[in-house]
């Protein structure tokens, strides 16, 4: 080796074992000492990452951050990755990985007027394929990371030419000897390093004490200068990542077309109630974006930027790659929820706000109307069943019962009534339940009437004979009584379903929550069954003995079945929602999962062969058939193009499975201890004490199965998941009779593309908008606009292509990824 460049840092991780006061006092004391460090020794740099340490030091020590903006501009303290910090890479969706970079971009540019080339995720388990089209749109030419080993994720060399699924590429460097090295040990490091690369004549390594901040010693600076004096035929540098990349020409390296995964499997599901509640926080970030947005530009409110940037950093920093996948300890997870209850409450109250303000113009009920009013955010028109709450003006004492009828435009549209989230005998709050279509980007308008019967009809009851026969318009289904499983579902006549569908599989998994030491969780301890009549009752809080298969709700829009099912002390209700139109239906599991030690999946065999493919970060990934957990986003589904069918589940908020032959087994649960790690061949908990495990107690899951032919199912399910995520907003209201305002909005024509993002750019009176291709085909996209203006797209497979959009002159031009950090020139 002739040449080595030393990248010091000083990796350190805002939270783990530790809570954010402690992290807050080890990334002063670490940056202070290698600001010191940076003035006493001549030709040292030090590197470090994530905006939001920066933003720490700027707050609690100026004459620190005012210091270290200084050695930025005499190129002793490098700016290295730029993003806002170390994010899990796998279970954040594309447009979180956008923001990450961005709210890192942003911040760098304004404070040390840096944009740098080189992305860092040193301690993140794995790496969605899906983030290399958005690092070369955002600027990036090469990326550094550490895991998985070659072991876990074979790859040609350490340096190679990492392609994503659009065909981007960028250099990529897997730091095989990590990213730290312990105080007083970098001359080992380094001479291990030469050691272990005579064949190579340029070397890449990193060193600092890490994980708690630290950084450079004295013992390790006089050590490494002890190493260059060694090896005088070798010109160890203090260097920076984008030297090193600079030296290295693309077309000498050898190509992966593939994620970089896997390793740590159980952060795919352990603290899930962290899991789902991001998913959500996701989902209402983009679609209150996508609300306001859309109020604005009809002249109904002010943009509400600096709240939505607050809410949307709490979703940005429960992204660290600790806090999301669940290795952290049990305070990082409360104060997580914490973080993203905060964000929530932001967006709820900046989506009610503009809900109403997009109600303006609408009619005043009529006598005994109660309107319902809904708006589709999204650029296309959604069919399916919509619920919605509301009060009936007075309450009715007598024994008769208010019956809901339902106009749209004076044309009667069929309705049901279900039991309402209340627990109040009394006939006076409603949930009605109706299937329709609903606009893009426009309110819906519903009226509501109250009919008096002389009773309540009849909605739930036993099952009849031994299983529960299903008939829609398309969609059939037999839910046995002796198991409380489906054992068929067929669409069109078509079976796609082979044996008991949707059963709960208690798996052993131990209590790693990282699972460092497995690639899957094959060994089953047993499964949930269903309860007896007796069980069912305590179960269900009732006193009356209850079958535990019956059906809870039937009318002319849906029936839904509930199934009660234990094992050990654990119990479940799992619900069938059974449209009577439509080719796929809703699943509710409510687990009380009393287990410890052990992984919960719930089970989907398919009557199909054919490709296992799955949601990823702006992609879609596909697995082979194997016992390996797998990570996904939104949907996961088996598709068969021999038979031309394909099977779909879009989940609320799970990220790990397996697929093995036909049959999805989708994790719910994983009751690990909190950051049990495994070290060596030592004991993994205390003997001596009760230790706390994860995801103790309920937790409630919501499923969208959906079934037909294999190109159908393959462009319409990343928009269904889309949907799924951010469901039209549906409230019963009274609107006062306000000025007309002009209803502006588009329509998108292709269903293989979605809408991922709607903002307003920041200083600027024009909209980015960014689409995405999602089912891997060439395609051109019409938008028609509220004037009559059509406006086409054309987007290449898996391609994201972001849009900006200027609502007065109707211009619609082709930006950056990033205009807030590089301008609208694309």
Known sequence: MTKLHLICNAHLDPVWLWDWEEGNAAALSTFRIAAKFCREYDGFVFNHNEAILYQWVEEYEPDLFQEIQELVKLGK?????????????????????????????????????????????FDPFGHSRGLVQIMEKTGYDSYVFCRPIQEDCPLPDDDFLWVGFDGSAVKGHRSSEHYNSLMGE????????????????????????????????????????????????????????????????????????????????????????????????????????????????????????????EAEKALLTV???????????????????????????????????????????????????????????????IEGIVTCEFQMQNQNWSSSFGMPRLYQDGKEIPCQVEKEACNMNLDWRKKIVFHTALKPMQMNRYDCIVEFLEKEPKRSGPVAGDAFVFRGEELETVISKKTGLMESLKIDGKEFLKGSAFGLSVRESGFDPWGMTVSGYPTEAGKFTLLSEEEGRDFSAVDTVLESVRIVEDGVVRTVVEALFGYRRSRAAIRYLLPKKGRGFDLEVDVEWLEKGKLLKLEIPTALQGKNLC????????????????????????????????????????????????????????????????????????????????????????????????????????????????????????????RESEKKWFRMSEEGCVLSAMKKIKGKESYLLRFFESTGESREVKLNFWDGTEKKISLKPYEIKTMEFFPDSMDLDECSMLPSVFGSKK
């Not at 806090?323 to 900046?350: C, D, F, H, R, T």
């Not at 061949?681 to 899951?701: A, F, K, P, T």
């Open 77 to 121: 303290w490098h700016i290295m990755g730029g993003w806002f910090l170390q994010p899990d890479c796998n279970m954040p969706s594309g447009e979180s990985f956008i923001r990450q970079i961005e709210e890192g971009r942003e911040y760098f540019k304004e404070k040390f007027g840096v944009v740098p080339t080189t992305a860092i995720n």
């Open 319 to 381: 992204e660290f790659h600790d806090i999301l996948p669940g290795s952290a300890v049990k305070s990082v997870e409360e104060s997580g929820i914490q973080i993203m209850n905060y964000g929530m409450e932001i967006l709820e109250k900046q989506k009610r706000r503009a809900f109403f303000a997009l109600s303006e113009g609408e009619k005043p009920a009529g006598e005994g109307e109660y309107p319902i009013l809904i708006y589709n955010p999204h650029p296309y028109t």
């Open 186 to 309: 970098a001359g080992k490091k380094i001479q291990d390093y030469l050691d272990s690369h005579k064949d190579q004549e340029e070397g890449f390594l990193l060193w600092g004490v890490g994980n708690h901040g630290g950084g450079p010693s004295r013992i390790d600076m006089r050590l490494i200068r002890e190493k260059q004096e060694e090896h005088p035929e070798c010109k160890m540098i203090h260097s920076v990542p984008e030297d090193y990349f600079s030296e290295i020409e693309k077309e000498t390296l050898a190509r992966v077309e593939h994620d970089l995964n896997s390793w740590a499997v159980g952060c795919y599901t352990s603290q899930i109630q962290i899991k789902q509640k991001h998913r959500k926080l996701e989902g209402l970030l983009y679609m209150t974006e996508k609300m306001v947005s859309q109020a604005v530009i009809q002249g109904k409110m002010e943009y509400p930027q600096n709240q939505l940037k």
């Open 615 to 738: 949601e990823t970060a702006y992609g879609v990934q596909e697995y082979e058939n194997s016992e390996k957990e797998r990570v996904f986003q939104r949907w996961s589904g088996v598709f068969d193009e021999t038979q031309n069918m394909a099977l779909t589940c879009i989940n609320s908020g799970c990220y790990g499975g397996e697929f093995r032959d036909g049959v999805m087994a989708i994790s719910l649960v994983n009751s690990a201890a909190y950051s049990a790690h495994p070290i060596e061949d030592r004991i993994l908990l205390d003997q001596d004490r009760r230790i706390r495990c994860m995801d103790q107690g309920e937790r409630n899951y919501l499923f969208r199965i959906q079934a037909g032919g294999y190109r159908e199912r393959r462009e319409r399910v990343t928009q269904d998941a889309v949907i799924f995520q951010e469901t039209p907003m549906a409230v019963a209201f009274f609107p006062t009779e306000k």
